[in-house]
């Protein structure tokens, strides 16, 4: 038996079919691909797909881009105080990234160091 919700999505879609609205959809035709969800556990499958689906990312993988985007405006910096301050960012996100991942020091991702920077900074500033 169909409840009154499902009897009111079937309805809509056979309205849909009838005004063409499925005609040309992307992929239409072609078989459909399925992902390898092989690596993810059945009850977290589905929580992984609705967050895949909604363009969010796990915390790790956020971190990750704050990462690569701070080293990236670093990389084009050239006042060195400003450098210091970003670089100091950079290693903080790179340590919480290191103690969410809970692996041995050895895979860990080194934080970045400039000496010659840190010395320039002190000279100027000490």
Known sequence: MITGFEKIVEERIKQAQKNGE????QGSGKPLVFEDEGRVS???SLAYKILKNADCLPPELE???E???TEELLSGM???FEKYCLLKKLNF?????NSMRNTPVMFEAPQ??????????ETVHG
């Not at 996100?93 to 990234?97: A, N, Q, R, S």
């Not at 970045?112 to 900074?121: M, N, S």
């Open 63 to 65: 971190l990750k881009k």
């Open 22 to 25: 499925f005609d040309n959809l």
């Open 42 to 44: 059945g009850e977290l």
């Open 78 to 80: 050239e006042e060195p």
């Open 112 to 121: 970045q160091y400039e000496a010659k920077l840190i010395r320039r900074i």
């Open 67 to 69: 990462i690569t985007k």
């Open 93 to 97: 996100l790179i340590m919480k990234l």
